[in-house]
């Protein structure tokens, strides 16, 4: 039987060391979708995605992958599975060229024919990077590290991918080239959870979005809907 959802989430709760800071989040992501998370700084937003990807373990609630409950499995089980994490801050490997980032990123396929087609997959996504191959990751500007990262995490082929605050850090006119790169890894097949706390422009990309505020989902609907609703305009975009 086909899963309703590429991913679902109920009732997560997590936090650290004893102190809670997710407090019982819900939301479901469809294949093919783009969903947002969106909120202010220090909602739970990495915590969720972290939690996820099995870098966390929840102490409530559970986690389906394909209609197959993976809740608390460790990260390198979830990327094998099919889901990626991309961490926020663009964590390249600065010392290592472009390419030898990306090999990083497919390091649990053996075949070197799979990586290969796989390497010619994400230039063909971002071709920019065929530019940089031997270049080092840490002389690239900060957009061009962004997508390094995206890729990277695309080299492992994932069902679904999230992505922590792409934009974190970028400077304006780089934000959005970033932001339209998620919507060609949709174009591709991917599935895309994202988080964002530039709301405005989360929701221009994404299909549904879901509002989080201390750790609970406060709003959410259909991208549209949310930029037209009162409460958003408001809280977040200085309406
Ligand atoms: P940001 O945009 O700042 O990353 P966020 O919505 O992603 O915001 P989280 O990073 O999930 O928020 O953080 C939620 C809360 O958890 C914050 O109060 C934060 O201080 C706390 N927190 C995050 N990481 C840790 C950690 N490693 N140890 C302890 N507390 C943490």
Redesign the pocket.
């Known amino acids: 039987m086909m899963a309703d959802f590429a991913l679902e989430v109920k009732n997560l709760c997590a936090?650290?060391?004893g102190?809670p800071?997710l407090h019982g989040i819900s939301f479901e992501v469809k294949e093919g979708e783009i969903v947002a998370i969106v909120?202010?700084?220090?909602?739970?937003?990495?915590?969720?995605l972290r939690t996820i990807a099995g870098l966390l373990r929840p102490t409530d609630g559970f986690v389906k992958f394909y209609g197959e409950d993976v809740t608390g499995l460790p990260a390198h089980i979830m990327v094998r599975k099919g889901l990626t994490y991309v961490p926020?801050g663009r964590r390249v490997f600065g010392k290592l060229s472009v390419k030898e980032n990306l090999e990083l990123g497919a390091f649990k396929e053996e075949s070197k024919e799979v990586v290969e087609q796989r390497l010619e997959w994400v230039y063909s996504l971002f071709p920019i990077l065929k530019e940089r191959l031997t270049q080092k990751a840490e002389t690239m500007s900060g957009g061009e590290q962004q997508m390094l990262a995206i890729a990277r995490g695309l080299m492992s082929a994932p069902k679904v991918i999230l992505l922590d605050?792409l934009s974190l850090g970028l400077q304006p006119s780089l934000v959005e080239k970033v932001l339209q790169t998620v919507v060609e890894i949709r174009r591709h097949g991917v599935t895309v959870l994202m988080?964002e706390?530039r709301v405005l422009e989360a929701l221009e990309i994404a299909d549904r979005g879901y509002v989080?505020q201390s750790?609970k989902v406060v709003l959410s609907g259909m991208s549209k809907d949310l930029l037209d609703s009162d409460e958003i305009k408001r809280a977040y975009l200085g309406m």
């Open positions: 936090g650290y060391e102190v800071v909120g202010a700084n220090g909602a739970g937003k990495t915590t969720t926020e605050e988080v706390q989080i750790g």
